[in-house]
């Protein structure tokens, strides 16, 4: 192994353990209380290290939740039911709601601190969006080849609906005390076929 490798690999893992710490320390503490300096010294950094990789707190909080929603998305993909497109969307909206489940607190500071984000993090998280509808589509696209959905949906369309369920569900579940996935995860489902069986009539009437 060469030395700029050596170099790389010992960077990666600082930013992994800078991260991982970021992240306990913001569910322990809470975000706002959480400062660079006592994020440093818990994992055994240099304050100047931290901005080394990370520009401010709001980059860190994306890097530990895009790795952490990553994984969440990897499995729930693994494990999708075979057919049944409701059921599919359910399921990976139900994998991911957990994650909010968990820390409901964090989670609205979470949405709040990344929705807007700028620079290179806002760049990642956009793109990682891009890449989690893209998936979704392709199974949008699936239920329209087997016939599960209308053959002259829009799945542009479906995608987009996804999206705004989606979002809605989770916004609603959050102003709540305590996140209730079931509830949720209905919440999105009932949203979800109300959607595609009205596109079914529409395109229906229109034949």
């Not at 660079?36 to 290290?49: F, I, P, S």
């Not at 359910?90 to 994650?99: E, L």
């Not at 979470?110 to 392709?138: A, D, S």
Request: hydrophobic share 40%; net charge negative.
């Amino acid at each position: 192994m060469t030395a700029a490798n050596r170099r790389q690999i010992q960077k990666e893992e600082t930013r992994k353990i800078i991260q991982e710490t970021a992240y306990s320390l913001f569910e322990k503490n809470g975000y706002e209380e959480t400062t660079m300096r006592e994020l440093a010294k818990q994992a055994g950094v240099g304050v100047g290290t931290i901005f080394t990789h990370f520009p401010d707190k709001s980059s860190l909080l994306a890097g530990a939740f895009l790795n952490d929603l990553n994984e969440i998305i990897g499995k729930a993909f693994v494990s999708l039911p075979e057919n049944n497109i409701i059921q599919q969307l359910d399921h990976i909206v139900s994998a991911i709601y957990g994650f909010y489940a968990e820390r409901p607190n964090f989670s609205r500071i979470l949405i709040r601190e990344l929705f807007f984000l700028q620079g290179p993090y806002g760049q990642n998280l956009e793109k990682q969006l891009f890449t989690f509808l893209m998936q979704i589509g392709q199974l949008f696209q699936k239920a329209k080849d087997n016939k599960e959905i209308s053959e002259n949906i829009d799945i542009e369309q479906c995608v987009h609906a996804f999206g705004a369920f989606y979002f809605h569900s989770l916004h609603s579940g959050l102003r709540e005390s305590t996140f209730n996935i079931d509830i949720q995860v209905k919440l999105f489902s009932s949203l979800m076929e109300h959607f595609l069986s009205e596109k079914k009539e529409t395109n229906n009437g229109a034949n």
